[in-house]
C-alpha cells in the first residue's frame, strides 16, 4: 500500500519552475511570474483562480528559486496573531514571502493587519484566492498587489501530469500501469491538477496486479470513493455547476436539492448568492427584471444575516428564481457586440448623435439632424443611432418569453411605421 500521510498530489509537486505544467500565460518564458523570479523582484501577489491549478505550488518555487524565507497561513485556521507574529518574525529577517491560502477567507481586520507590512517591505505578500479578489479581498490591500489570473489546465496539460507521475513517482513505478482512455479522468478532474493525480493514485490502490485504466474502470471507482461535498475544492465547482444549471433548466427541486448540498457542506453564502446573481441577469435578464432585484437583495440580505436563517432566504430566492421565464438576451446581445467591437474597431459615431457643447462643433455639423426621442408618439424614434459601417445590426434580439415577445412587437410595429411620424 502506498503511504497515506502524502498523497500523490503532494509528492508530485514541483519545487522548480521548469517542473511546473500549466500556466505559460505566467511562468512561460515571456510570462511576467517568469520575469520576477529571474530578476528576483517578486512583488506582492494575488492568485486568483480554481482549485487545484497551481497556486500553491507557484508560491513554493516562487521561494525557493529566490531563497527567500517562507511561511504559509490558511485563512480557513489563521488569525490575526498568527498574521501578525509572523509579521514581527519578518523585522528581523530578510524580505520574507507570506502565502496566505483561500485569503478570500480573512475578514477586514485580518486583511488590514497585512496592511502596513505589505506596504513597507516587511512581508512579500502571496495570497491564494478561488473568489474574485475585487469582491473578496479589501481595496486597500488589493492595491498593493499584483492580481495574476491562473486558469484551469487543459486537457494536454493533464495528460502531460499524469505521464510525469506514472514515470516519476516512486510508488506507481512499483505497478505496471497502462493508460488505455483518458477521457473520463480529464472530464472528471475539471482541469484540477490535484483532482487527476489523487483520482489516479485511487485507481491503482483499487486494482491488484497489472493496471489498465479505462473510461469505465475510471467511472466504477469515481462512483463509489469521491465525497459527497468538499467545500475545499473537490466537488466545489460541481455542485455549483448543478445548481446553476437546474436553475436554468426550470427545475426547482433540483436546484434547491443542489442547495441543500452546499449548505450542508458549509459553503459560503456569498459565493452561492453572488451566483444568483449572475444568473438572474445571465439567464433571466429582460423576461423578468424583478428576478435581478431579487437575487441582489438575497444577496445583501444573507450576507447582514448568515447561517442557519440564510438558508431560507436563498431558498426562496433559488425556487423563485428556477420557476422565473428564462431568456439569455441580454449576455447573447454583449457578447456579439464585444466581438463585433473587436472586429471592427473604433468606429465613428454619427454626427447626429454626437455631443457639440461648442459653436466650432455645431459648425461641423455634431448633433445635426438629431431627433429627440419624447417629442415622439409613444417616446420612439425611427432614426439610426449605430455607425454606418455596422448600420441595423441586431444585437439584442429578444426570446420566445411572453415579456419579451411583447417588447419585440412593439418595437417591430414602431419600426414598420405603423404610426404616422
Not at 475578514?107 to 479578489?133: M, R, Y
Not at 479589501?138 to 505521464?163: F, H, W
Amino acid at each position: 500500500m502506498f503511504d497515506k500521510k502524502i498523497p500523490l498530489a503532494e509528492r508530485m509537486r514541483p519545487s522548480k519552475l521548469e517542473d511546473l505544467i500549466g500556466q505559460e500565460h505566467l511562468v512561460g518564458p515571456s510570462g511576467i511570474i517568469r520575469r520576477a523570479i529571474e530578476t528576483t523582484n517578486v512583488p506582492s501577489m494575488i492568485l486568483w483562480g480554481p482549485p487545484g491549478v497551481g497556486k500553491t505550488t507557484i508560491a513554493n518555487i516562487i521561494a525557493n528559486e529566490v531563497k527567500r524565507p517562507f511561511h504559509m497561513l490558511s485563512a480557513v485556521s489563521a488569525g490575526v496573531k498568527d498574521v501578525r507574529d509572523i509579521i514581527d518574525q519578518a523585522k528581523r529577517a530578510n524580505r520574507v514571502i507570506l502565502f496566505i491560502d483561500e485569503i478570500h477567507r480573512f475578514n477586514k481586520s485580518q486583511q488590514d493587519a497585512l496592511l502596513g507590512a505589505v506596504e513597507k517591505g516587511t512581508i512579500t505578500l502571496i495570497g491564494a484566492t478561488t473568489e474574485n479578489p475585487s469582491f473578496e479581498v479589501n481595496s486597500a490591500l488589493l492595491s498593493r498587489c499584483q492580481v495574476y489570473t491562473l486558469k484551469a489546465l487543459t486537457e494536454t496539460d493533464l495528460i502531460k501530469l499524469m505521464d510525469q507521475a506514472l514515470a516519476k513517482d516512486l510508488e506507481l513505478k512499483k505497478r505496471k500501469v497502462d493508460v488505455k482512455e483518458h477521457q473520463a479522468m480529464i472530464n472528471i478532474s475539471g482541469g484540477d491538477a490535484r483532482k487527476i493525480l489523487n483520482l489516479l493514485e485511487l485507481i491503482v490502490e483499487s486494482t491488484s496486479g497489472d493496471v489498465e485504466i479505462t473510461d469505465e474502470l475510471v467511472m466504477q471507482v469515481a462512483q463509489k470513493h469521491i465525497a459527497i461535498y468538499d467545500k475545499s475544492g473537490e466537488q466545489h465547482y460541481d455542485i455549483i455547476s448543478a445548481f446553476i444549471k437546474s436553475i436554468r433548466g426550470s427545475d426547482p427541486n433540483a436546484a434547491v436539492y443542489y442547495l441543500a448540498r452546499m449548505i450542508e457542506g458549509g459553503e459560503d453564502v456569498k459565493f452561492i448568492a453572488r451566483r444568483m446573481v449572475i444568473l438572474a441577469s445571465e439567464d433571466i435578464g429582460n423576461a423578468n427584471p424583478t428576478a435581478l432585484v431579487m437575487a441582489t437583495t438575497t444577496f445583501q440580505a444573507v450576507t447582514m444575516i448568515g447561517y442557519p436563517e440564510a438558508q431560507i432566504i436563498m431558498s426562496q430566492c433559488a425556487t423563485y428564481l428556477a420557476c422565473s421565464p428564462k431568456s439569455n438576451a441580454a449576455v447573447a446581445a454583449i457578447g456579439k457586440a464585444l466581438q463585433t467591437v473587436k472586429e471592427t474597431g473604433d468606429l465613428p459615431v454619427p454626427l447626429s448623435i454626437r455631443n457639440a457643447p461648442t459653436k466650432l462643433m455645431k459648425d461641423l455639423d455634431y448633433g445635426k439632424g438629431y431627433q429627440y426621442a419624447h417629442d415622439f408618439r409613444n417616446n420612439f424614434v425611427a432614426m439610426e443611432f449605430l455607425p454606418d459601417a455596422i448600420k441595423e445590426t441586431k444585437f439584442y434580439e429578444p426570446g420566445k418569453n411572453p415579456r419579451e415577445e411583447e417588447l419585440r412587437n412593439y418595437l417591430k410595429r414602431l419600426w414598420d411605421k405603423k404610426y404616422n411620424y
